[in-house]
């Protein structure tokens, strides 16, 4: 089809130059030929056209159909192929797959046989841990049961030993108990005489004195009242009154009296009373009590209050706590002796607390008596302290001075370096040797 196509190309172009060669051959020839022949031409060019394009028609439709049978034999290839690889990638999976099944039915079977060996070595080897464990344990226990022997025998040894001790100190504590017991009954005897009494209450009363205050804010058997013999237990010395005596001296303290009282049978009474829960002795005994330390209270406003020589008031010291809870129970009792007697009473943990008041009063008055000493102390530290800025100033001058002559010093020193920058420094031995000529 391709040489058909050619030959027509060459033919259409010989018949396009034969009216040129007719033309120089024939020059002559009429113009009606020369029309016809053109004509002729043109004819045979449009059937050559018409041909041509009928061929160029038949060759696309030749081409068309060999691309199509092309694709198709392709598709077909391809197919095929796909196929074979399909067919033998099926072949392959089922043989790897079946040397895979196999290699893990021989892994498995090795693993199987590797684990009962490692059991087996497990086993024996527990068979031995366990041996030589039981080995151990029974060492331990036999070792273990003579230490625990051993310790028992010496904490029972212990125990009976400081059982005995302590039976020991009970026996001793019980003998102790018997002497107290008979010291409990010679101070009951004592006790039983109103003077042993009052002297116990107040010896209490001066150890209470000693342990809160100083010698000098405290005296004993204070007479209070002047050209009185009556004289206090103890009585707290206040300051004075301000009051210079005839002769020049200081100002006679102001005498806060302490008297202590200790009623001890019908307090007894009023215990006993309470115990055997008899109304009538128990009011008997309390307006005996009543009774009594209203006389105490009254004996001790006329005998020690006296004042501006004294307080216009006293402490009736109790001993006990006991009673002094006793008597505060008393019903308008406190108030009366207040009010009528001008007498406050006090127990030990009472007294106690106004001592300490007392103290901090004694501690201010102190220090408004030191005040005026402390002003001086302070003027003169004033005086000082302007004499001692002055000398700091002048001291500061100084330092300026010497701080001035210092960077002086160093600005000459730089000098001296940067003149002697070029001078060859001596090594290290000439020096020395020089140092050593120089000394000797």
Not at 23 to 49: D, G, K, N, Q, V
Not at 383 to 410: H, N, P, Y
């Amino acid at each position: 089809m391709v040489g058909v196509y050619f030959d027509a190309r060459i033919r259409i172009h010989y018949i396009a130059l034969l009216p040129l060669k007719l033309f120089h051959r024939e020059p002559l020839m009429p113009i009606s030929i020369w029309i016809i022949a053109i004509a002729t031409l043109a004819l045979i060019l449009f059937a050559l056209f018409a041909l041509f394009t009928r061929l160029e028609r038949g060759l696309r439709n030749e081409v068309a159909n060999a691309n199509r049978a092309g694709r198709t034999e392709s598709n077909a290839s391809f197919a095929q192929f796909q196929q074979t690889v399909t067919t033998q990638l099926t072949q392959s999976s089922a043989l790897q797959s079946h040397a895979l099944n196999q290699q893990l039915t021989q892994l498995s079977q090795n693993n199987d046989r590797h684990l009962a060996e490692i059991r087996a070595t497990l086993e024996q080897k527990f068979k031995d841990i366990e041996a030589h464990t039981a080995l151990k344990l029974d060492q331990i226990r036999h070792i273990v049961d003579e230490k625990l022997q051993a310790t028992l025998e010496q904490r029972l040894g212990e125990s009976f030993k400081r059982v005995s001790e302590r039976l020991e100190q009970v026996h001793r504590g019980l003998g102790e108990m018997q002497t107290l017991a008979d010291g409990i009954g010679d101070l009951k005897k004592v006790l039983t005489n109103v003077k042993t009494r009052g002297t116990w209450g107040e010896v209490q009363l001066g150890a209470l004195l000693e342990q809160m205050l100083t010698p000098d804010q405290y005296a004993k058997n204070v007479a209070t009242v002047p050209a009185s013999s009556e004289r206090v237990d103890f009585a707290l010395r206040l300051p004075g009154n301000g009051v210079i005596n005839t002769d020049g001296t200081a100002a006679q303290p102001v005498w806060l009296p302490i008297d202590a009282k200790f009623p001890r049978e019908d307090y007894e009474r009023l215990i006993d009373a309470q115990e055997r829960a008899d109304p009538a002795a128990f009011e008997a005994a309390s307006s005996a009590l009543d009774t009594c330390v209203r006389a105490c209270a009254k004996s001790i406003a006329e005998k020690y209050l006296a004042p501006p020589h004294t307080t216009d008031f006293a402490l009736l010291f109790l001993p006990t706590e006991s009673l002094y809870a006793e008597v505060l129970r008393r019903p308008g009792l406190v108030d009366t002796l207040q009010c009528k007697f001008r007498i406050t009473l006090a127990g030990p943990t009472t007294l106690c607390a106004l001592l300490n008041s007392l103290q901090m009063g004694f501690r201010t008055l102190a220090i408004e008596k030191r005040s005026s000493e402390v002003w001086q102390v302070l003027g003169a530290v004033k005086t000082e302290f302007a004499k001692f800025g002055a000398v700091l100033a002048k001291t500061k001058s100084q330092l300026e001075t010497v701080t001035r002559s210092i960077e002086s010093a160093e600005t000459r020193t730089r000098v001296i370096h940067r003149k002697l920058r070029d001078v060859e420094a001596l090594p290290e031995p000439d020096t020395a040797e020089m140092d050593n000529h120089e000394h000797s």
